[in-house]
């Protein structure tokens, strides 16, 4: 708005329907000039050729629902939940290219309403919600009246409907910067390979399995000496799988396939080096010099369990 206009800000916002947008502001304080307004489905509604936004929210809705009642968390995998994106719904829904700006309106949608999500990472062309348990109360809604009844509900039930705050950087998530992440360091599409081959596996892959499980939760949290640790201990676990006693053996004789792949070995048998360091420097007047992002590339290690994942 125009300052030569001589509107209070504050005003005409207390003057708009309650239900039409969500406060994005606390203390009472009016907005500021970077303060994100985001409108309600309600306020969605009232908008010309709104129809399509909302019909695709509720589909979505319904579509998180069965993903989450489907899902099966993993349990060589620490604090697994069902996680969608917004490619994931590009490709369940078969929508094409240009129907991303749609998707991009959808992810601002699901941020303003309260539908069961357990958490959410911004991007700058894309989102991802962690689902909760109670987003399959919506497993059948198709109108903006039968999704309000069952927030009714849930809210006799519960007391409320909990409605945290919405962290600072999920405002206007589609235009700020990307907020870094820090994604799985063992590809959960490798984790899954290794499971799949547990049946009829030449060996027992449990402590694999649960090793790689303590790796992610500690690159997670980037704790580098239990990172490097856990990282040395399946280097000396997996050589049988390829038919050696030992990860040196292993990275310069085994068939890897590519040029690229055995200089991702080579990488690996030299991080050993640093990993030695972490395990048995004793204590002394100096400092370590070892920091977290001495890790090796997680596309080195990702190849390694491709390969168990292959051979087992």
Same mark, same amino acid.
């Given at each position: 708005?125009?300052?030569?206009? +001589?509107?209070? !800000?504050?005003?005409?916002?207390? %003057?708009?329907? $309650?239900?039409?947008?969500?406060?994005?502001?606390?203390?009472?304080?009016?907005?500021?000039?970077?303060?994100?307004?985001? !409108?309600?489905?309600?306020?969605?509604?009232?908008?010309?050729? #709104?129809?399509? %936004?909302?019909?695709?929210? &509720?589909?979505?809705?319904?579509?998180?629902? +069965?993903?989450?009642?489907?899902?099966?968390?993993?349990?060589?995998? =620490?604090?697994?939940?069902?996680?969608?994106?917004?490619?994931?719904?590009?490709?369940?829904?078969?929508?094409?290219?240009?129907?991303?700006?749609?998707?991009?309106?959808?992810?601002?949608?699901?941020?303003?309403?309260?539908?069961?999500?357990?958490?959410?990472?911004?991007? *700058?062309?894309?989102? *991802?919600?962690?689902?909760?348990?109670?987003?399959?109360? &919506?497993?059948?809604?198709?109108?903006?009246?039968?999704?309000?009844?069952?927030?009714?509900?849930?809210?006799?039930? #519960?007391?409320?409907?909990?409605?945290?705050?919405?962290?600072?950087?999920?405002?206007?998530? #589609?235009?700020?910067?990307?907020?870094?992440?820090?994604?799985?360091?063992?590809?959960?599409?490798?984790?899954?390979?290794?499971?799949?081959?547990?049946?009829?596996?030449?060996?027992?892959?449990? $402590?694999?399995?649960?090793?790689?499980?303590?790796?992610?939760?500690? @690159?997670?949290?980037?704790?580098?000496?239990? #990172?490097?640790?856990?990282?040395?201990?399946?280097?000396?676990?997996?050589?049988?799988? &390829?038919?050696?006693?030992?990860?040196? *053996? /292993?990275?310069?004789? @085994?068939?890897?396939?590519?040029?690229?792949? $055995?200089? @991702?070995?080579?990488?690996? !048998? *030299?991080? +050993?080096? =640093?990993?030695? %360091?972490?395990?048995?420097? =004793?204590?002394?007047?100096?400092?370590?010099?070892?920091?977290?992002?001495?890790?090796?590339?997680?596309?080195?290690?990702?190849?390694?369990?491709? /390969?168990? /994942?292959?051979?087992?």
């Amino acid at each position: 708005m125009r300052k030569n206009d +001589k509107l209070d !800000l504050a005003r005409v916002l207390r %003057d708009i329907p $309650k239900d039409v947008l969500q406060p994005t502001w606390s203390g009472g304080a009016p907005p500021q000039a970077d303060t994100f307004l985001r !409108l309600t489905l309600e306020g969605v509604a009232l908008c010309p050729d #709104s129809e399509h %936004d909302l019909s695709l929210f &509720f589909r979505t809705l319904r579509w998180f629902a +069965k993903k989450e009642l489907d899902f099966e968390p993993s349990q060589y995998r =620490q604090n697994d939940t069902c996680v969608v994106s917004s490619a994931d719904l590009l490709r369940a829904f078969r929508l094409k290219k240009d129907a991303r700006s749609d998707v991009r309106r959808l992810g601002e949608l699901l941020v303003v309403e309260q539908w069961g999500s357990a958490g959410f990472k911004p991007a *700058e062309q894309s989102w *991802e919600f962690t689902l909760g348990r109670d987003v399959r109360r &919506f497993a059948r809604v198709r109108s903006l009246a039968e999704y309000r009844a069952v927030q009714a509900t849930w809210r006799a039930e #519960s007391g409320s409907v909990p409605i945290p705050p919405l962290p600072m950087h999920t405002r206007g998530f #589609s235009r700020s910067r990307p907020v870094p992440q820090t994604a799985d360091y063992v590809h959960p599409d490798v984790v899954a390979a290794i499971e799949a081959k547990m049946p009829a596996a030449r060996f027992n892959c449990e $402590k694999l399995l649960q090793l790689i499980a303590e790796l992610n939760d500690n @690159y997670a949290h980037e704790k580098t000496y239990s #990172s490097h640790a856990i990282l040395r201990a399946i280097l000396d676990h997996v050589p049988p799988i &390829f038919g050696f006693d030992d990860f040196k *053996e /292993a990275a310069n004789n @085994y068939g890897w396939g590519s040029r690229n792949d $055995k200089n @991702y070995m080579t990488r690996l !048998l *030299e991080f +050993k080096t =640093q990993a030695h %360091d972490v395990l048995h420097r =004793q204590i002394s007047r100096k400092a370590s010099l070892l920091r977290f992002v001495d890790m090796p590339a997680s596309v080195a290690v990702n190849t390694l369990l491709r /390969a168990c /994942a292959d051979a087992l």
